[in-house]
């Protein structure tokens, strides 16, 4: 695991009796989480997430695992197995069940609930087979045990998969807070009996294992809401993820305790929230929640509204409260606005920006840098080596994770005891073979990122973000010839158009005269093959720019002939 | 202070015997502070800073203050006060001495030998003033006091601005560091003796207003780099800003300890460490710095390389030592990178991206995440309250912050007893004129950002930039047609090309018989103007690809006649 990173060739056939796992997403970067384990001809899959993207894929909407390499094998896979309800990990299912629809989705309640709400928008009514911690199901040849782990989400799952090649543990996400909202803590000593029988191979979450220490109960932002709450004296506005039940929970708490109804705000929260409450995961007190309608007659001293849009969404509910576009609300002086919710990596721009946007308008602006109103999802450095110390796998490959985690959490298996060699620091498209209980990377295929753009799957590269990149950062100059088929000759043009170049509108007359030049030297050497005009445009064209400008748009040279 | 902001209009002239105070950037960015005063008809300036551009400002290089507002004044300018050698602080003022190039410079040592490097590339030889604290200047109407404040670079000031109109402070940036390096801590002192003269306006440093407590001291990230260079086995790489002396000097400190040899790597760190150990500020001892030739000569355990490049710019010596494309260093397992920097908003992506980059090629990479190897250089909430509590200002005009630190900033006023309506809650262009002891927002100048994008200043304004945010989300979409100019008949095409839209080649197939079409009905409607043909293609192609695709590149439709 000290070792660079190295290119590998494609994986040499699955010994008999040995198990595959192949990483689809979830390792390199966080988000778009999949594993493939292989058995025995069979297929199980563990998690079907989306990545959502930076500024490295610009007009991108989502990220999915590459399924190429299982594509024709879809016949063989037994079962979809999801240990909790986020996007992250459930987002790519309507992408996967596009290919074929009867996949059986196994899960929790709550989990198997948001990912048919999400395939009922795409007219998909998966087969599913709802577990719970405790439950061990036969899913062809891997026998599945189900863990309760606890999260950022209700009824989150860890699963151990039993095949005669050995014992697999899969965390899913977790964290080991010790007094949770709803009392379901991780199952450490669940953990621990299968640590005794010896776990070959553990695959843990990494997201934090850079971080020293522990996380803080979530139950401890209570008392800093009642703390907001008692000192606000207009409207309050709460963020928070959708999906977050024992957050929204403790909202509702500090509205009760504090005489406000609650509305909430935003598509996702206002279903995902009706299903929390049907599961009996969230508790709402007679009368507390109400309508927007009445809520924006009551005084502000009796309301809050619970929304989305704490990742500075430009189209959510905050997004738009903070720009003056929100149809109901409008941010005045006195309004109290939390954001309690994390700052996912590389949305600081938008979030500040709304925050700003809000303090502008004259909102109090409290969030996680200037108070205690979030906690992670996921179990710090000392989490990890807790878990490691009860589990003493025999094989150790850190999964959901950047490189920087990845390694971390490497660095602490190995000071835990799991010696160097069998700790597999791998990444998407990776092929590790679990053989005689030595996990060891044996090879791998090809996971490239699949770009949703508008409505399209897998139309959009990396080189077409290139493109992209080249004309969002310095825009384009066209350069237009007509020319007679015949003689070569210009008939029309040189004419320029640009756009994200200049302001200037005489900013292109010096370069005319300098394309004119060029073809009729051209013309003069008898030259008359388009692409080979085009080419002269482009070169006469970027010269000129470079010199009078040291900028480098994206020139675009056409010759048409007549 | 608690109101709402609201547009306003050109101000008033000043009254006789008033100070006006136009802050001309940094009021809702951090970055290219500039702050005019006006007394009697002369001009002060406090600082000629830049500001970063974000992903909002795709392809700029950098944004300038607006000299417009001053531009037909700079007769008037008495002086240019630095406060402090920071980017955001002096790299504007090469873009405005082009204007006039014998403003003279007010500032430290320090601060001067920095500007004067930055200008001498720029063959600019310009008048200067050099200051310490303590020292009183007569500039025009303008008595300036300079005061020493601790700040993340040395020999950091604050300016008292006495005018017939009043006492005016300006901290420049500043933290309270009790303990500094260099013994040279804010003088609070100093203040408080103003403060008993009666401040009549305090403009204060509100990058941290939000964050509650106080800095950590710089001299304990020494144990901590003492720590890691104790547990290093391979070469150490540490990163920082190229002008933060005192955390070099720590990192030299610490490699002197461990016997290991440092080589300082990137042009500003070379020059600036150069400049610091002729001023006295930083010690090196005799034959620690070594060229990168003995560096690279030497075993992995006795060197340090001393870099560039901690906010992840990708051609700065880390990153490209993170890529691979470093010329001398390599990154290998065993190598330890220790970023021992601020993450500055906006660079989060890049920044993860060098470190993940350096951690999958085998580095151990350490950053103020998993180790207290960073402080601020601003003084959050705990030590603005003392600040406030010393001078007790009559006025408070919060500076240099977002909107969010300002509002929190006039909230610690508020808090510390300046009455709410002397608070001055402002942003760049608003005009404040401090008359008879108050200070109020009497209107507004247009304070554009001026974006620099290679050689030209000011060509690129926002409407392109919008412009280059379609193009790098979307791609564009060319049609093209040759019409004769006398019957209007298509001669040829249409013809389609485009970038950044789709990798598929039959992509344009659908929608070429629709232009074909939509052109042919023009025609017997007897449409010939190439205008209108444009508009009618721009429509034909954009409805086509919202219907297919769901996508908004840009449409770049072109009618030539011949």
Chains 1, 2 share one sequence.
């Not at 990545?51 to 894929?57: G, T």
């Not at 969404?313 to 149809?327: I, V």
């Not at 025999?394 to 994770?401: A, D, F, I, K, T």
């Amino acid at each position: 695991m000290t070792q660079a990173h190295i290119e590998l060739s494609p994986p040499p056939p699955l010994p008999e009796g040995a198990l595959r796992i192949i990483p689809l997403g979830g390792l390199g970067a966080i988000g778009r989480n999949m594993t493939v384990f292989e058995y025995d001809g069979k297929l199980l899959i563990v998690d079907c997430g989306v990545l959502f993207p930076d500024v490295d894929q610009p007009g991108v909407d989502l990220i999915l695992p590459d399924f190429e390499p299982i594509l024709d094998r879809l016949g063989d896979v037994q079962a979809i197995v999801l240990t909790h309800g986020h996007e992250d990990h459930i987002g790519a299912v309507p992408y996967l069940l596009a290919h074929k629809p009867d996949i059986p989705l196994v899960g929790s309640q709550f989990t198997l609930a948001l990912v048919e709400a999400k395939l009922a928008e795409r007219r998909i009514d998966p087969y599913t087979l709802t577990v719970k911690e405790g439950r061990r199901e036969q899913l062809g040849p891997f026998e599945c045990e189900f863990f309760a782990v606890n999260h950022s989400i209700p009824d989150a799952l860890a699963v151990a998969i039993r095949t005669p090649a050995g014992l697999v543990l899969h965390t899913g996400d977790f964290k080991m807070d010790q007094v949770p909202l709803d009392g379901r803590i991780t199952d450490l000593a669940g953990f621990a009996r299968l640590g005794a029988e010896g776990v070959d191979l553990l695959l843990s979450d990494s997201t934090n294992a850079e971080i020293p220490g522990f996380v803080t109960p979530e139950r401890d932002i209570g008392p800093v809401l009642d703390s907001i709450f008692s000192k606000a004296r207009g409207r309050i506005i709460v963020a928070s993820f959708a999906s977050h039940v024992h957050r929204v929970q403790q909202v509702l708490d500090s509205a009760y305790e504090y005489d406000r109804k609650v509305a909430l705000i935003g598509r996702s929260m206002v279903r995902n929230m009706g299903i929390a409450r049907d599961l009996g995961l969230l508790r709402i007190p007679d009368g507390l929640v109400v309508g927007l309608d009445e809520a924006t007659s009551l005084p502000p001293d009796e309301i809050v509204f619970m929304s989305t849009g704490s990742q500075g969404e430009p189209m959510s509910a905050l997004g738009r409260m903070s720009t003056g576009d929100h149809r109901h609300i409008t941010i005045a002086p006195g309004d109290t606005v939390v954001l309690a919710s994390s700052l996912v990596p590389g949305n600081e721009t938008s979030v500040y920006r709304v925050i700003n946007q809000l303090a502008r308008a004259g909102a109090t602006v409290i969030h996680k840098d200037t108070a205690k109103v979030h906690v992670s999802g996921h179990s710090p450095a000392g989490e990890l080596l807790y878990l490691l110390n009860v589990v003493r796998p025999s094989n150790l490959m850190p999964v959901h994770g950047e490189w920087r985690h990845l390694r971390a959490h490497a660095r602490l298996g190995v000071e835990s005891g799991v010696p160097t060699e069998n700790v597999v620091l791998c990444e998407d498209g990776d092929v590790v073979d679990l053989v005689e209980g030595h996990a060891r990377l044996v090879g791998h295929v090809k996971s490239r990122y699949v770009f949703v753009d508008g409505l399209a799957v897998g139309d959009v590269g990396e080189s077409l973000l290139t493109e992209r990149k080249i004309l969002g950062d310095g825009g384009f100059v066209t350069a237009t010839v007509v020319i007679d088929s015949v003689t070569g000759k210009v008939v029309a043009g040189p004419t320029i158009s640009a756009k994200g170049f200049s302001e200037d509108p005489e900013a292109f007359n010096p370069v005319i005269p300098l394309i004119t030049a060029a073809l009729d030297r051209a013309a003069d050497d008898g030259i008359t093959d388009p692409h080979q005009l085009q080419q002269l445009m482009r070169r006469t064209v970027g010269r000129w720019v470079n010199d009078a400008y040291r900028r480098r748009p994206m020139i675009v040279p056409t010759v048409v002939e007549v």
